[in-house]
């Protein structure tokens, strides 16, 4: 379940800089955003909860290998009272 996430990292020349006075320009904006996610995913990953959602993606993708016509009776089921509670009501 793990996957890489690229991140791109431009020097400081690639990157408009604001002129004083004015807000930083959005690439800035995102840069930053980009490394505040970046914190976020590897602290998650090294939760606990991370460990426990892996281990149950594990479960899953185990128990639909076992029960595969199960598994889409299930999902399947899933989907109509999903699409029950979210239609439109007139």
Known sequence: MEQD???????EHD????????EPAIADQLKEIGQSLTE????????ESYEQLEKIYEQ???????NPARAMLY???AGAVLGLFMRKRH
Do not use: D, Q
Request: hydrophobic share 30%; net charge positive.
């Open 5 to 11: 996430v690229p991140v791109i990292i431009h020097g």
């Open 15 to 22: 990157t408009p800089s604001a002129r004083p006075g004015e």
């Open 40 to 47: 976020v995913v590897s602290s998650f990953r090294e939760s």
């Open 60 to 66: 899953t993708k185990e128990y639909i290998r076992k």
């Open 75 to 77: 999902s399947l089921g």
